[in-house]
């Protein structure tokens, strides 16, 4: 079941959108067209591991998905892209990445990508999902989210995992150097899943049986997580040195129907000298060529002077 889908970013685009047109440095419009690109990639990433997660568990009653969790404590972020809840309490945290020429990692366990012309160093996405488990868990025990049977409150397990794009390529170090079985590609995740299960052995898949709880459990659980997103709000113009100055506002949307085009008309102006040629009316051609009656409250009797 789908509890929470990903947040809109589009009016994160057209704000970045309109800082370009202000007076900006080349530096500033070099870093704000490079945020621009950045989160339309990882929108893109994001969208695409969205699609294999809720093809396979949008419609079950076992699984509770959550996509674009942004929990906050203590001054502290975590910014999780899909958070997959089960019936037997494993929560898989799922950080997705959007590598366009791939991957490459270390036997020491750094990541490298390939920037077109050589590879440079990220920052480990499984250190970055590490923390953001650290958070949610710290979260959801201040919180007592998690269900309890007997007055006991039922442990939950904790998974890291990074998706990256089933066409992205992933070097890995050779076996036994640097542990990279968390990092799968997005169309990968059901059977990683599903390995992982079967490799717990009996003992441990009847002890996770042991804790099963019931859909309506699971959905209380997951929605009560979803409660706590709170999305961020990201002041561009102080991000990139952009002075109140040099942001223009939107522009005022026009109002609709035939007046806005021109108001003079509306009021029987003149477009060219300006004065009131219509008495106030809308007249066609023909009645505009005929004199308009005269009010007799405004006939002024003239005498002859020479009287």
């Known amino acids: 079941m789908i509890i929470k889908r990903a947040d809109n970013r589009e009016a994160d685009i057209q704000e970045l959108q309109r800082l370009l047109g202000c007076q900006i440095s080349a530096k500033q419009r070099f870093l704000i067209e490079r945020e621009i690109k950045c989160i339309g990639s990882g929108v893109r990433g994001e969208e695409s591991s969205a699609y294999y997660i809720d093809f396979r568990y949008h419609d079950s009653q076992n699984w509770a998905v959550i996509h674009d969790l942004r929990l906050e404590l203590n001054g502290f972020v975590a910014q999780i892209d899909h958070l997959l809840l089960n019936r037997c309490l494993d929560v898989y945290v799922l950080e997705s990445k959007n590598y366009y020429y791939g991957i490459k990692i270390s036997p020491e366990g750094e990541f490298l990508v390939w920037n077109g012309k050589s590879y440079v160093g990220i920052e480990s996405p499984v250190e970055q999902n590490k923390r953001h488990i650290s958070l949610l868990e710290t979260v959801v025990a201040q919180r007592g989210l998690l269900p309890?049977?007997?007055?006991?409150?039922?442990?939950?397990?904790?998974?890291?995992?990074?998706?990256?794009?089933?066409?992205?390529?992933i070097d890995r170090p050779a076996a036994g150097k640097f542990?990279?079985?968390?990092?799968?590609?997005?169309?990968?995740?059901?059977?990683?899943?599903?390995?992982?299960?079967?490799?717990m052995g009996v003992v441990g898949t009847l002890a996770t049986a042991a804790k099963m709880v019931s859909t309506e459990t699971i959905e209380t659980f997951a929605r009560s997580l979803a409660r706590l997103?709170?999305?961020?709000?990201?002041?561009?113009?102080?991000?990139f040195g952009v002075t109140i100055q040099d942001v223009k506002p939107a522009p005022k949307e026009q109002p609709a129907g035939p007046e806005s085009g021109n108001e003079t008309r509306s009021k029987g102006v003149c477009e060219a000298c300006g004065e009131a040629k219509f008495a106030g009316k809308i007249l066609c051609q023909t009645c505009q060529k005929k004199p308009l009656p005269i009010d007799e409250s405004e006939i002024i009797e003239v005498t002859d002077m020479a009287e």
């Open 148 to 169: 309890t049977r007997l007055g006991i409150t039922m442990p939950a397990a904790f998974h890291n995992y990074v998706l990256v794009a089933p066409n992205s390529r």
């Open 179 to 199: 542990d990279t079985s968390m990092i799968i590609k997005a169309d990968a995740l059901v059977e990683s899943i599903s390995k992982r299960v079967d490799a």
């Open 229 to 239: 997103h709170r999305p961020g709000k990201i002041n561009y113009a102080e991000k």
